[in-house]
């Protein structure tokens, strides 16, 4: 029989007993009941009850669940509904799942590859191949492949956990001068990147009002001025290059005249040297060395200067 039924029974058949308790509950009140603390579950984000496993992703709070969900962690991302908050994960376990069947050509995905915009599976570069597909020309491959026979895009996945695959930071229209606009301009598009590309054109069009608007804000006439003097320093140090280059220029054509001078008094020595059979070569040769010498100091001068 249960404890407070045989302490209900008790107190019935002792009403002084029953009135002490009375009185005793009237004074401390309600005896507490345990309550358990709410955590944030690490791995879906859920408040949840700390009772070593979340009641919605059911992952466990243990040290070695932690690290085991970190081993697997990585960039790539699985849009799912019924667990939308979930980590990334790595680029083996994209393959695992793709041999398990739970990822499919319609699966929508993102990671290094697409620049962690959202994507179909069949049309992400790097995961489309493991499905059967191409994910540029879409013709069917081998999963095992390593290019596309037909259009020959390369079927690489990118292995490290630790590269997302961002795209390089450009201002948008309005926000910087037209010439470093152009310098900073997206490139063409790559193959298998085209539905990249055009999200990142719809974002742009997107917020091109609020550039606009943002042109009243002091900051952006910041960021203007110290675009519009890194031009200019370009432009400086672009002069300056230039005029060491015609420096440069003209120290060359100095040098390969001089060269050339050297080149015919040379035959010239060695004709004369062969056909002169006087006395008076000997006088004659040093004074034609006398010449040589002082044309190579004049090159040695012009190379050093």
Same mark, same amino acid.
């Given at each position: 029989?249960?404890?407070?039924?045989?302490?209900?029974? =008790?107190?019935?058949?002792?009403?002084?007993?029953?009135?002490?308790?009375?009185?005793?509950?009237?004074?401390?009140?309600?005896?507490?009941?345990? $309550?358990? %603390?709410?955590?944030?579950?690490?791995?879906?984000?859920?408040?949840?009850?700390? *009772?070593?496993?979340?009641?919605?992703?059911?992952?466990?709070? #243990?040290?070695?669940? %932690?690290?085991?969900?970190?081993?697997?962690?990585?960039?790539?991302?699985?849009?799912?509904? /019924? $667990?939308?908050? %979930?980590? !990334?994960?790595?680029?083996?376990?994209?393959?695992?799942?793709?041999?398990?069947?739970?990822? *499919?050509?319609?699966?929508?995905? =993102?990671?290094?590859?697409? %620049?962690?915009?959202?994507?179909?599976? @069949?049309?992400?570069?790097?995961?489309?191949?493991?499905?059967?597909?191409?994910?540029?020309?879409?013709?069917?491959?081998?999963?095992? !492949?390593?290019?596309?026979?037909?259009?020959?895009?390369?079927?690489?996945?990118? /292995? #490290?956990?630790?590269?997302?695959?961002?795209?390089?930071? /450009?201002?948008?229209? !309005?926000?910087?001068?037209?010439?470093?606009?152009?310098?900073?301009?997206?490139?063409?598009?790559?193959?298998?990147?085209?539905?990249?590309?055009? *999200?990142?054109?719809?974002? +742009?069009? !997107?917020?091109?009002?609020?550039?606009?608007?943002?042109? $009243?804000?002091?900051?952006?006439?910041?960021?203007?001025?110290?675009?519009?003097?890194?031009?200019?320093?370009?432009?400086?140090?672009? @002069?300056?290059?230039? +005029? +060491?280059?015609?420096?440069?220029?003209?120290?060359?054509?100095?040098?390969? *005249?001089?060269?050339?001078?050297?080149?015919?008094?040379?035959?010239?020595?060695?004709?004369?040297?062969?056909?002169?059979?006087?006395? $008076?070569?000997?006088?004659?040769?040093?004074?034609?060395?006398?010449?040589?010498?002082?044309?190579?100091?004049?090159?040695?001068?012009?190379?050093?200067?």
């Amino acid at each position: 029989m249960p404890d407070g039924v045989i302490d209900q029974n =008790r107190n019935s058949r002792n009403p002084e007993r029953q009135a002490v308790m009375d009185e005793a509950l009237a004074i401390v009140g309600e005896s507490p009941s345990p $309550s358990l %603390r709410s955590i944030v579950c690490p791995f879906c984000g859920m408040i949840t009850p700390d *009772t070593g496993r979340c009641h919605s992703c059911l992952g466990r709070f #243990d040290p070695l669940s %932690r690290q085991a969900t970190q081993n697997q962690m990585g960039p790539w991302s699985i849009r799912d509904d /019924r $667990s939308p908050h %979930r980590p !990334g994960c790595s680029y083996e376990t994209i393959k695992r799942l793709v041999e398990q069947g739970k990822i *499919t050509q319609d699966t929508i995905i =993102r990671g290094p590859s697409t %620049r962690q915009f959202w994507m179909l599976a @069949k049309h992400s570069p790097g995961v489309g191949h493991l499905l059967g597909v191409c994910h540029s020309c879409h013709v069917p491959v081998q999963p095992d !492949g390593f290019a596309c026979p037909n259009c020959h895009a390369s079927f690489v996945g990118e /292995r #490290d956990r630790q590269h997302l695959g961002l795209g390089p930071s /450009r201002p948008l229209p !309005g926000q910087g001068l037209p010439e470093v606009l152009a310098l900073r301009a997206e490139p063409a598009v790559q193959p298998g990147l085209a539905g990249a590309a055009s *999200t990142t054109i719809g974002v +742009a069009s !997107g917020n091109r009002v609020q550039s606009d608007e943002n042109q $009243s804000n002091p900051d952006n006439s910041i960021d203007l001025s110290a675009a519009r003097k890194a031009v200019e320093e370009s432009t400086v140090r672009a @002069k300056r290059w230039r +005029a +060491a280059y015609e420096s440069q220029r003209r120290q060359a054509w100095v040098v390969l *005249t001089i060269a050339a001078m050297i080149t015919l008094a040379a035959l010239a020595y060695a004709v004369w040297g062969s056909l002169s059979q006087n006395p $008076s070569h000997s006088v004659t040769q040093i004074d034609l060395n006398r010449d040589i010498a002082e044309v190579v100091l004049c090159y040695n001068l012009v190379i050093y200067s």
